[in-house]
């Protein structure tokens, strides 16, 4: 691990001294940058791949409507039913989850790197290169007890807060109006209800606040990994709007059914 980080290290410098003609002290949080975004190209086939198992899922939800009229007096039918539905049609409904999943290794890995004093047995040099006048290896608190909030360090942390803000109400209300136009279809009040439909309609209400999790995130750990997480949610926000734009409207779904 101490090899693989010491090498991890040495492309961050490697790749800040490219960018050092054109961003100067901060060529190492371009890096970073720079690094979160060829990421996000790697996963964005996994992307592409959980926008049409969404779409395909929204699909299917008159059909589901129908296999909830025709066994509503036996969960177990139900149940069965649905699965034979997704497996015939090839919809996971894990799907979703794979893009998230494969960046965790990349954030921290970002975040071990800048929360340690040594790699490799020698002195980690990256913790002095700084974003504005904010140490990478630094963190929020750091920002407020070294000029406060609007010291020096402060507003690095605000510009990035802002960022975030921006990202998370624009997630809010395209969730917000992307749940609405497919709604989870209720079950018949003397029927069974889908497999799964409980904690669906829970995730529905929890949804669109997760964007806002991300202002947490940024204020505890490490600021090249904060970097790395408004860089991240940034491009997810783009993505996710155009992956997302032809997703089926509840006027289709009704009209299906």
């Known amino acids: 691990m101490s090899t693989f980080m010491s090498v991890f290290a040495s492309l961050v410098e490697h790749i800040a001294d490219l960018l050092d003609p054109i961003f100067h002290a901060s060529a190492t949080a371009a890096a970073i940058v720079l690094f979160t975004a ?138 917000k109006r992307q749940m609405a136009a497919q709604p989870m279809l209720p079950a018949a009040a003397d029927g069974p209800q889908a497999p799964g439909a409980g904690a669906m309609a829970s995730m529905t209400k929890i949804m669109p606040l997760m964007s806002f999790m991300t202002l947490f995130t940024v204020g505890f750990v490490p600021l090249a990994a904060a970097l790395y997480v408004v860089t991240s949610t940034t491009w997810s926000a783009v993505e996710r709007a155009v992956l997302y734009r032809d997703m089926p409207s509840a006027a289709a779904l009704a009209t299906a059914a």
């Open 38 to 175: 060829f990421v996000r190209l790697l996963v964005h086939p996994l992307s592409r791949a959980s926008a049409r198992g969404q779409r395909q899922r929204a699909k299917l939800q008159p059909r589901i409507a129908e296999l909830r009229k025709k066994h509503k007096k036996s969960p177990e039918k139900l149940q069965k039913a649905i699965m034979e539905l997704h497996k015939e049609e090839k919809v996971s409904p894990l799907s979703g989850c794979l893009p998230s999943l494969f960046q965790l290794p990349a954030f921290f890995l970002l975040y071990h790197l800048f929360s340690n004093g040594s790699i490799g047995g020698e002195p980690n040099a990256l913790l002095g290169h700084t974003l504005g006048a904010a140490p990478l290896g630094g963190r929020f608190k750091d920002a407020l007890a070294d000029g406060g909030l609007f010291g020096a360090q402060g507003v690095v942390y605000l510009v990035l807060f802002a960022i975030v803000a921006t990202v998370a109400s624009f997630n809010f209300a395209r969730t």
